[in-house]
């Protein structure tokens, strides 16, 4: 079972895009059947990269709206936050509405 400790990026803008983007776990003691937890569910998708970093595709249709959703490793009860934001944050990744 391995540890979180944190993730990158830490939020995004939420909404309708294209272009997904890899969330990554870092934490100690990963193995190649851990999950990580997004949200409640173990994501399937999950990608294990090293015993220090896991990795997911996350597509911004998985928010409508800005919210908080918890990211965990499967079997460890540490919680960290992602933040899907109602609009970019400066310095961090963000999709924009393709222009009409």
Do not use: H
């Not at 895009?17 to 100690?28: D, E, I, N, Q, Y």
Request: hydrophobic share 35%.
């Amino acid at each position: 079972m391995g540890l979180i400790s944190s993730i990158f990026p830490d939020n995004m803008q939420c909404g309708d895009s294209p272009t997904a983007a890899v969330l990554s776990v870092r934490g100690s003691g990963f193995i190649g059947t851990d999950k990580i937890n997004y949200d409640g569910a173990d994501i399937g998708s999950t990608v294990v990269v090293s015993a220090t970093e896991m990795q997911m595709t996350l597509n911004p249709s998985l928010a409508t709206q800005p919210r908080y959703v918890p990211i965990k490793v499967t079997g460890d009860t540490t919680i960290r936050r992602f933040n899907w934001t109602p609009g970019p944050v400066p310095g961090k990744l963000a999709w924009y509405p393709a222009a009409p």
